[in-house]
């Protein structure tokens, strides 16, 4: 009974034009990896308001990739989770879960973190809602969406772009920003490709990321104002 007087109270809501700001809306920042870092600065900047499944799994390009390409239909297949044995995780609470096919197929050794849907029915429930969220958001005719990719690992050009393809192929309008991450003498940005739904981007800081932030503040302040010039949309016509 009252579960079904408060659905009734959030249809009546939608009604009125309000929307729940925890679901996507007509436009969307959104994260896709390849660790939680890239979330925290969506969030820092006030852009992240829902969670989707890579703003807290450990992924890779490739691992994006093939997560569009089946629309995440390994991600959820709970076959492959194994939960990971208390003496070889790095914490007792962190890298609590694998992936096998990931690891097999992108050499990524744990890909739940804080999390273990292998054994945790909640924590499986959580994954799923995240992905629906972000194939809603993808799927969304008219919505306006930044997704940003956050890696220092090597990658191909066909994969950056397979990516791309694979989120021009949804019904919104989805633009990729692939962040690329190397260390150097000051921090700096080089583009490297700017095309349809695509921004690629070299970037140089002096330190490197450790989880959620890099270790030397002014890193973390060059890539979040970076990605807070990036998410601005341009006008429409």
């Known amino acids: 009974m009252r579960r079904a007087l408060g659905a009734g109270l959030l249809q009546g809501l939608r009604r009125l034009g309000w929307r729940d700001r925890r679901e996507p ?4 920042h959104v994260s896709l990896g390849s660790h939680c870092q890239t979330a925290q600065i969506l969030k820092t ?3 992240r308001t829902w969670s989707a499944p890579f703003d ?3 992924s890779s390009p490739g691992m994006v990739r093939d997560c569009l390409a089946d629309d995440f239909a390994d991600l959820l297949d709970r076959r492959h989770y194994e939960s990971t044995p208390l003496p070889e995780r ?23 973190n804080h999390h273990d849907p292998a054994t945790s029915d909640e924590d499986y429930r959580f994954l799923q809602a995240g992905v629906r969220r972000l194939r809603a958001a993808l799927d969304r005719p008219g919505a306006r969406n930044r997704l940003y990719l956050l890696t220092a690992l090597p990658t191909e050009a066909e ?12 019904s ?3 633009h990729l920003t692939f962040l690329h991450l190397h260390q150097g003498e000051r921090p700096s940005v080089t583009e490297l490709a700017q095309e349809p739904g695509l ?27 970076l990605i ?10």
């Open 45 to 47: 900047l006030g852009l």
């Open 228 to 237: 807070g010039a990036r998410g601005r949309f341009p006008a429409r016509s």
């Open 159 to 170: 994969t950056v772009r397979a990516i791309r393809d694979a989120l021009s192929a949804r």
């Open 172 to 174: 919104a309008d989805n």
């Open 199 to 225: 921004d690629w981007l070299r970037i140089e800081t002096r330190s490197p990321s450790v989880g959620l932030r890099f270790a030397d503040p002014a890193d973390d302040a060059f890539v979040t104002d």
């Open 25 to 28: 809306g007509a436009i969307n």
């Open 90 to 112: 790095r914490a007792p609470n962190e890298t609590r879960c694998r992936h096998l096919l990931y690891r097999e197929r992108h050499a990524i050794p744990f890909v739940f």
């Open 56 to 58: 807290w799994i450990f």
